[in-house]
């Protein structure tokens, strides 16, 4: 079995279906709004979709996405 194909069943196996999530299960998952935001962003779902998906205003979410992180 090569690399590839242990990561790609390794992803599968994980996998999550965040569609089928509701906002407060998505809270939780992440650990808070914020971080359920940014999660999603980087799985590849536009600013509308995360904006329904947690009950947020779609200025709400383009704040947390455009606003930096500092440590």
Do not use: C, P
Not at 8 to 28: F, G, H, I, P
Request: avoid cysteine; hydrophobic fraction near 35%; charge should be positive.
């Amino acid at each position: 079995m090569t690399k590839k194909t242990e990561e790609t069943k390794a992803t599968e196996a994980t996998a999550v279906d965040y569609d089928a999530m509701t906002a407060t299960q998505l809270n939780e998952h992440f650990g808070n709004w914020s971080k359920a935001i940014r999660g999603l962003s980087q799985l590849g779902y536009e600013r509308k979709e995360i904006a329904a998906m947690l009950g947020k205003r779609y200025q709400h979410v383009r704040n947390v996405l455009v606003t930096k992180l500092t440590s």
